[in-house]
């Protein structure tokens, strides 16, 4: 028979392999697969190069702590430079809500969207196309 050690260090073996994390817990070891989002958006079906107002993008996902505080570039945080997109990590599968928009250099939203995603467990990365609608109302820079 195989010692609670042995099963530890098969389980992190395995884990390595497929993208999960062990936690250890009063003595007792869970298995967490973790799986990665890659957001990626259009402004009303364009490029970011369209509209040289928009410089920034806002992503909150409720009950997420996301990098860079939700805040990225518009253009170039894709797998490609000139792709529109970010990769998020660390998601357990389940059903997420999101809210997105465009901002300008003063904060003002040019374009927002929001929306739901599943993380299903199965792929290590769950693709999020979004195509933001035009909101933009005029507001005051600070």
């Known amino acids: 028979m195989y010692s609670r050690g042995h099963m530890f260090l098969l389980a992190v073996w395995v884990c ?6 062990v936690v250890r817990e009063n003595n ?7 799986f990665n ?12 190069a369209n509209y040289p107002e928009v410089s920034t993008i806002r992503l909150r996902i409720p009950g997420r702590r996301l990098m ?3 805040l990225y570039a ?3 945080h894709g797998i490609y430079a000139s792709e529109q997109a970010v990769m998020l990590t660390d998601f357990s599968p389940g ?18 969207e929001s929306g739901s995603f599943y ?7 769950t693709p999020v196309y979004v195509d933001l609608l035009k909101t933009h109302t005029p507001c005051k820079p600070p």
Request: proline fraction near 2%.
């Open 16 to 21: 390595g392999l497929a993208g999960c994390i």
């Open 28 to 34: 007792y070891e869970r298995v967490h697969n973790i």
């Open 37 to 48: 989002v890659e957001f990626a958006w259009r402004l009303a079906g364009l490029k970011c």
């Open 68 to 70: 860079e505080g939700g």
């Open 74 to 76: 518009c253009a170039g």
């Open 95 to 112: 059903p997420y809500d999101y809210v997105i928009e465009a901002l300008d250099m003063f904060g003002c939203s040019w374009f927002s």
């Open 119 to 125: 993380v299903d467990g199965v792929a290590q990365v």
